[in-house]
């Protein structure tokens, strides 16, 4: 798993394959092997989204914040459950 680690914080996205192989091949380890068969799944995309520099994080925190304001206004309705934090800001 260390080396997942490794794969995954220096962007190296290119030894994927080798490491689900290694991973596949290990009889005693279920868990890893469980997660290295699901990532064959689509491994085009987990290389690319381990390789390239660029990553969708603006937009995933944007939709973030959008799904909690619907959160807390979920069932309420009208202008006092908007004051507190329209004040608050």
Excluded: C, Y
Excluded at 54 to 78: C, P, T, Y
């Amino acid at each position: 798993m260390r080396s997942f680690a490794h794969i995954l914080t220096h962007l190296q996205g290119d030894r994927l394959p080798k490491w689900t192989e290694a991973v596949g091949a290990t009889a005693e380890l279920p868990s890893p092997r469980h997660f290295a068969q699901h990532l064959w799944r689509d491994l085009d995309a987990v290389t690319a989204g381990l390789t390239r520099q660029w990553n969708s994080d603006v937009v995933e925190d944007h939709v973030n914040r959008i799904k909690m304001l619907e959160r807390q206004m979920f069932g309420r309705a009208g202008f006092d459950p908007l004051r507190k934090p329209a004040l608050l800001a």
